[in-house]
């Protein structure tokens, strides 16, 4: 039986697998077949499963990092985005211009605000129609476009309504986002920053504009697309970033045949997802060598390596001490804890994900 925590864990959409329904609804067989985006492990029978060798994988040597937790790492409510309030299994958050209402299985509290606050909402997402892309949201009051202006720290970028619940940027991210550009900005000397599983780009653009050179992987040609879009509204697009489409795995491997290294390397895998062609990537199976090859893949200079976790049965004591015995003989600190979205309204803490990073 699943856990409370495991429900917790499976709120977050997953854009991967969004992508991969879009894909499978294109054809008829899949069609038939096709499992509400939420569900877990949707395998389209159409589609080839291509699973890659796995690492083989020894304890690393030497004196484990440091350690500091539990590191709660918190969003409070700014001018570009608040969790305005949340209750009832949903919540009511700013982007923007936008206040928008989502599900939130985690919010299993009463709302603080007065219905009359929630009614003001501008899109709700219903997720209870068949349709894809925006045809899953409502907009009350008057017909909205797909996307929207948006900023984070005077970065400018698109909001979007997706077939999935998501709004092309998860918020509690920032936490993570600032806390590089300042170990950018504190180097003082020329930074490669690797974000596999990358998305709208939003880390990639933080990380340029710290002054990074940037290589952005993500397996979705449609998110690819998406944060091209972000780095041209940003005004960035004469940064560094090289925008990949690949699956993370392969892609690291290769940088590792290579000799490529970095200084950075963020990762938020998604539970389970799939490459561009078709390469399975299963959070439970694939997170020890990922994070073994992630290390591989260092300078011997290196500033950080960042994971965050999403819908997984695990604690954060669990990538932390995935993160600790990688890290060994690498000296530094490894802080592992939670993401959270402080509320305006009553100020409750709305966890959304376990994190663990190795900081030099
Ligand atoms: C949860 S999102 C990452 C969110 C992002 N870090 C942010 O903060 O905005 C997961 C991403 O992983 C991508 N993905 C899924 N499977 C992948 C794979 N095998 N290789 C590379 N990217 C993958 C999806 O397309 C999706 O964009």
């Given at each position: ?14 854009p991967a697998?969004a992508e991969q329904?879009r894909l ?196 979705s040609?449609k998110a ?137």
């Amino acid at each position: 039986m699943k856990s409370f925590r495991d429900k917790r864990r499976d709120g977050r959409p997953h854009p991967a697998r969004a992508e991969q329904s879009r894909l499978h609804e294109a054809s008829p067989a899949g069609r038939q077949q096709a499992a509400p985006a939420e569900r877990r492990e949707t395998r389209p029978a159409d589609r080839q499963e291509a699973k890659p060798a796995p690492r083989v994988l020894a304890r690393r040597e030497g004196t484990l990092p440091a350690e500091r937790l539990p590191l709660i790492l918190e969003v409070a409510p700014n001018a570009d985005y608040a969790l305005l309030d949340s209750g009832a299994g949903a919540k009511l958050e700013q982007y923007g211009p936008y206040r928008i209402v989502r599900p939130e299985g985690q919010a299993i509290w009463q709302r603080a605000l007065p219905a009359k606050e929630w009614e003001r909402a501008d899109a709700i997402f219903t997720g209870d129609t068949d349709e894809e892309g925006i045809g899953r949201w409502r907009f009350p009051k008057s017909p909205l476009g797909e996307t929207w202006p948006m900023k984070h720290d005077g970065i400018d970028y698109l909001g979007r309504f997706t077939s999935f619940r998501h709004v092309g940027v998860f918020p509690e991210q920032a936490s993570h986002w600032d806390h590089m550009a300042g170990l950018i900005a504190a180097a003082k000397r020329p930074v490669k920053v690797l974000n596999l599983f990358g998305y709208t780009g939003l880390a990639s653009l933080v990380a340029a504009r710290a002054g990074a050179e940037v290589t952005h992987v993500d397996a979705s040609k449609k998110a690819i697309g998406w944060a091209r879009e972000n780095q041209e509204m940003a005004g960035l697009a004469d940064k560094p970033i090289r925008w990949i489409v690949e699956d993370a795995v392969k892609f690291a491997e290769r940088e590792e045949r290579r000799g490529s290294r970095y200084d950075i390397v963020l990762f938020d895998p998604p539970a389970y997802g799939r490459g561009p062609k078709g390469e399975v990537w299963q959070l439970f199976e694939g997170l020890p060598g990922l994070t073994d090859l992630c290390r591989s893949i260092l300078t011997p200079k290196p500033l950080a390596v960042v994971l965050t976790a999403y819908s997984i049965r695990a604690s954060f004591f669990a990538i932390h001490a995935l993160m600790r015995d990688t890290f060994a003989g690498m000296g530094g600190t490894v802080e592992s804890g939670e993401l959270i979205i402080r509320e305006k309204s009553a100020g409750r803490a709305l966890s959304t994900s376990l994190f663990s990073r190795w900081v030099a």
